[in-house]
Every structure is written in C-alpha cells, then in structure tokens.
C-alpha cells in the first residue's frame, strides 16, 4: 500500500481531532486570538483605508445574502464575506503573528472559519476547534518553508494562509479525511501573495489574507461538489514545496510531534499598529524616553540596530505619506513615540505624520545592520537603540522579543484593554461586553458564530 500524501496524513490529524481531544492552554489561546480577531476587525472594518474600497467591490458582486461582514450591517455569499472580513481585520496591523513562520494567520483563517460557521450554525466550540486545526497546519507549513519562503518574495500570510482557511472551513463544516484532504490541495492550489506590496502602495496589503480566506471557503465549496485537487500537493515535483522553498523536506519539521506539541502556542500578539519588525525599536525608544526623561530637542541621532529583514522591509521610508507608509517606517515610529511618548492608531493620521518635528527627528534615525541579529533570526527579532545628545550623554538599551511574544505576553488585562479600545467606540459597551464574555468564559455552546457576528455590528442606538 503506498505512503499517504502529506495532504492525506494532515487530513487524518484534522478529522480525527475533537474539542475534547484540545489541551486546555490550546483552547484558552483560541478564546484569546478569537476575542483580538474580533475587535481588530472591528475597527478595521471601521477606520482601515482599504476597507471601503473592498466593501463597494463586495456589494457589486451581490449573490446570496449568507454570511454577515463585521460591522456593516449586510450579508454576502460566504466567499466575498470571508474575503471582505479577511481584509478589515489586516487593515490596522494589528492582527496576531508567528514569528517562526512570518505569518498573520489570524486574518486568513478566522474569517473563512465564521464564514462556513454562519452556514452551519456551528457554536462557539466548534469555532474554536476549527481555528487550532487551522492555525496548526499552516503555522507548521509556515514555519518549515520559512525564511527561505519569504527570501524568495512571498507574503506566507497569503501563500500559507489559504491552507489554514481552508483546513478551517472543513473543520467547521464536519468534513471527513478524504474530504479534508481535497480542501486543503485545493486551498493550496490558490496561494499567492508577494511581499513587493510593502514597497510601492503597502495600504493594499490586507488584499492578501482577504483573498487567502476567500480561497478556503471556494475550495470547500468546489469539494462539496465533488472536486477533488492533487493529493501531492506538497512533494510532488511541481507542488508547494518545491515551488515555494529551498529547504529540504520541510514535511519532517511540519508533522514533528503532531498532535503532541501545539505551535499554536506561539502566537504574539501586537501592542502597536504597525509591521512587526518596527515593534523592538518602538518598545526600546519608549522605555530610554521615559527611563532617562529625555527631551527630543537636545537629541542629535538616533540610531537602531537591528536585522536585514527588518532594514529591508520597515526601514527604507523616513518621511511617510500616508498611513500605510506609516505602518512601515521604523524612523517614522522612533520619531512618533519620542515626540508623543506612544504609538496608537492616532500615531497614523496625517496631522501626525506630517508635523515638522516628527519629520526632524526622524532624519536623525540610522538603521544600521546587526550581523547577531541576523543570525538569531527568526528565533530571536530585536533590535538595540542607541539615543546620543549634544552633552555629549548616549543611551542604549536592546531586547530580542517585543512585548507580545508568548516569551513576553500581553497580560490578560492588557488584552481586554485592546480589545474595548478597538471594538467599544463603534459597537457600543454592552456588545463589546458580551463579546468579551462570551468568547473569553462562555460555555462552548452558548453562542453560534451568526449570533456571535451580529454583536460585531455598528451599534445605531
């Protein structure tokens, strides 16, 4: 009998994994990265440059009214309401990651799972089931492409996210192994997403994790049909591996303790609105201002440390132009958090960006980089800052994990603080209150993903 397909050997662990079967540190990370989910897609559907735009394309294409887009207030077939959803949720950047995988699976897997939950009114338990199982196999995939992956030019939000979307899906709906197995070839079929976006126009970014969830849901629905994808999605010699990476038999590192060890645990989550790579110098310039009192007019240079990934991708743009620019400028954000001791959403506006100081100091910022940090990297993604003044006095300070890595988490205060900070000024305290409670403490079936979307609605009252 010949050897499963790696396709076939993840479809067993999904089909053959239950709630009952989910440690409970798992689940408790689920209810933690569902409830920021949900408030960043909140305010993204709400404040994100992009979401507008997305929302006219959706509301063009019409079709059956089936599933709810955050804060809307309108339905749309499953598919465009994954895909809309996918996009909010990316557009403030502030969305969850896995730095071992360069990964935001949040934004990808979560919309496709409560899509395809709507059409099943599946509960709050099988919601959570089928995130692990999503965020499980393309963190792992993530993970054991990268960085090779994300070298060559992809975005692995977009490449790995349609397989965790589409894992999701078929969780959710209850699919067996067989059919497990065709969502995720197909889901696979559809991975794209490229990383020059950060370059030229980053503000259409979330385009990516939208189309990633989208690609879930279509390939569910195609098995539904009966179709079927290429079960060597993976090894195959025109397949996913080979096309997407260097490394040699990642499928080793993608099923090492399957089942046994969740990376699931290694989720961060973001403090600040911005790439991940500008989190170190954001964390580090805001402790040497407050620790040494220090005042921006005696400064002379900044300068940060850090590795080639970051440089290349954060550290290219000193004067942004929009808010998306903004999102991506390490000089931007040192130059920000030294003025306004802070970087939050109102660190974006345009007044922000385009006040005279800002831009000042700002030139003074030197990105220089740091050969132990690229060697430490992805284990490790810091940065030192080094702030000198006209008498002459120089401060520095360095850390290899920003504040929301699961080695330096977020409190559980610090997240309910987020959470309502996103998601009250649109929906209104007794929602926000609701969803907080529901999702962080509820009974697994106190809620289906319909009633759960339409406390994410606009509160008009």
């Avoid at 975005?155 to 059919?179: P, R």
């Avoid at 050969?371 to 702030?387: E, F, L, S």
């Amino acid at each position: 009998m010949p050897t499963p397909y790696l396709t076939e050997r993840l479809a067993e662990f999904v089909a053959g994994t239950h709630l009952e079967d989910l440690p409970l540190d798992v689940l408790k990370a689920a209810r933690k990265s569902l409830s920021d989910y949900l408030g960043v897609a909140i305010c993204g559907s709400a404040s994100g440059e992009l979401s507008p735009m997305v929302r006219a394309v959706v509301r063009a294409m019409q079709g059956c009214p089936e599933c709810q887009l955050v804060l809307v207030g309108e339905k749309a077939p499953a598919a465009w309401a994954a895909f809309y959803n996918g996009v909010a949720s990316h557009t403030i950047e502030l969305d969850d990651g896995y730095r071992q995988g360069t990964f935001h699976p949040a934004s990808a897997i979560i919309p496709a799972a409560m899509a395809a939950g709507e059409r099943v009114e599946a509960d709050l338990g099988a919601l959570l089931r089928a995130i692990v199982l999503g965020y499980e196999v393309s963190m792992r995939i993530a993970s054991a492409i990268n960085p090779s992956h994300m070298l060559r030019g992809f975005h692995t939000t977009g490449t790995c996210g349609c397989l965790g979307a589409g894992v999701s899906a078929a969780s959710i709906i209850g699919y067996n192994a067989e059919q497990v197995t065709h969502t995720l070839a197909i889901s696979g079929l559809q991975s794209a997403g490229f990383q020059e976006m950060l370059h030229d126009n980053p503000m259409i970014k979330p385009l990516q994790p939208g189309k990633a969830a989208m690609a879930g849901i279509l390939a569910a629905d195609l098995v539904a049909q009966g179709a079927r994808g290429p079960r060597s999605l993976f090894e195959g010699d025109k397949g996913f591996f080979r096309g997407m990476s260097d490394i040699q038999h990642p499928e080793r590192a993608v099923e090492d303790r399957l089942g046994e060890h969740y990376e699931f645990l290694h989720c961060y989550t973001k403090p600040y609105p911005t790439c991940r790579h500008v989190h170190p110098a954001i964390d580090l310039t805001i402790f040497l201002r407050n620790q040494y009192r220090i005042r921006i007019e005696q400064i002379t240079s900044i300068t940060v440390y850090t590795y080639s990934v970051a440089i290349s991708e954060v550290g290219q743009a000193w004067q942004p132009i929009s808010s998306a620019e903004a999102m991506f400028s390490i000089p931007y954000a040192v130059a920000a958090v030294l003025c306004d001791g802070e970087f939050t959403l109102d660190s974006l506006r345009p007044e922000r960006f385009d006040r005279q100081i800002v831009k000042d100091l700002a030139n003074k910022v030197v990105i220089e980089g740091d050969p132990h940090q690229d060697w430490v990297y992805p284990t490790h993604r810091g940065a030192t800052v080094t702030i000198r003044l006209a008498d002459g006095r120089e401060f520095s300070a360095h850390e290899d994990l920003p504040k929301g890595e699961p080695e330096n988490p977020l409190s559980d205060a610090e997240l309910q603080e987020k959470f309502f900070a996103l998601a009250e000024p649109y929906i209104g305290t007794a929602q926000a209150e609701k969803i907080w409670r529901t999702v962080m403490w509820g009974d697994y079936h106190d809620m289906t993903c319909n009633a759960l979307l339409a406390l994410c609605q606009q509160n008009k009252g």
